[in-house]
């Protein structure tokens, strides 16, 4: 199975930062990646696919990029709706495979 | 706009069953690819399987292999996991997912929570 290795698992951040969520996998997926944000009780919502392009109707203040192991999520300017947990999720090979969970705190 | 409404709230005991629905309206069901993810009580996302109705071969998490089933019913555009054997170690609200032609989760279901208690 593919590992993705996600880092940090917490973040400490204040609306209006930029901040930087990475994922590595344990093997190249070429570009199959996708980042979610969950929130508390509720089903997880796609933000980015194919590792940098973003889901339609979402803000350009979401981000991604990497291929092969090495990916980000940037938030360019933190906003109050974006204190979420992030994952991502390797859909190149079975199992597809979740990072184990960055929580966006607020600072 | 594609939605998954999920079965509701299940408890169980411990050797027993459970079967999850997931209905979907709109989007192309059969073609479609759907997830099934679980999530335990504060924990992550974890991918326990998928499958492609028209394909109607299901693919499972090794781990769980034996223990899930997942089919689909193209007729009502329903897809169904049931985990058997039900362990403590179970309880968790699993979700649906799908995508078109896709297996990243485009669309997710509300979730069914399934604890498992003696």
């Known amino acids: 199975d593919i590992q993705m290795t996600q880092s940090p698992s917490t973040l400490s951040a204040s609306v209006g930062d930029r901040v930087t969520i990475t994922c590595r996998a344990s093997?190249?997926?070429?570009?199959?990646l996708a980042w979610y944000q969950q929130k508390p009780g509720k089903a997880p919502n796609l933000l980015i696919y194919?590792?940098?392009t973003l889901e339609s109707g979402l803000p350009s203040r979401f981000s991604g990029s990497g291929s092969g192991t090495e990916f980000t999520l940037t938030i360019s300017s933190l906003q109050p709706d974006d204190f979420a947990t992030y994952y991502c999720q390797q859909y190149d090979s079975f199992p597809y495979t979740f990072g184990q969970g960055t929580k966006l705190e607020i600072k | 706009q594609v939605q998954l409404v999920q079965s509701g709230a299940e408890v169980k005991k411990p050797g027993s069953s459970v079967k999850v629905s997931c209905k979907a309206s709109g989007g192309s069901f059969s073609t479609d690819a759907i997830s099934w993810v679980r999530q335990a009580p504060g924990q992550g996302l974890e991918w326990i399987g998928g499958i492609i109705p028209l394909l109607e071969t299901a693919h499972y998490t090794q781990k769980f292999q034996g223990r899930l089933t997942i089919t689909a019913d193209e007729s009502t555009s329903t897809a169904y996991l049931e985990v058997n054997s039900l362990r403590f170690e179970d309880t968790a609200v699993y979700f649906c997912?799908?995508?078109?032609?896709?297996?990243?989760?485009?669309?997710w279901g509300q979730g069914t929570r399934v604890t498992v208690t003696s």
């Open positions: 194919e590792a940098s």
């Open positions: 093997q190249s997926i070429s570009s199959w």
């Open positions: 997912a799908r995508g078109t032609n896709t297996w990243r989760g485009e669309n």
